[in-house]
């Protein structure tokens, strides 16, 4: 809980940054929400689209599944 609000906090001050979005997408995940998880993979994946790179594998993997 607290590390989704530590990443939700650098994202509030950096918008879109690829490591955050990924950080707050695993902690949502990890609280079993979903749709917050869900909606920062998604960001994650207007960001960053270099289909080698682990961070768009795994959110490509938790959005198709």
Do not use: C, F
């Not at 950096?14 to 749709?35: C, F, V």
């Amino acid at each position: 809980d607290d590390a989704a609000e530590m990443y939700e906090t650098s994202l509030q001050r950096l918008p879109g940054r690829p490591w955050s979005l990924l950080g707050a997408a695993q902690s949502y995940a990890k609280l079993n929400e979903s749709d917050k998880a869900a909606g920062n993979y998604a960001h994650l994946l207007t960001v960053w689209d270099d289909g080698s790179n682990s961070a768009v594998i795994e959110a490509k993997n938790y959005l198709n599944r």
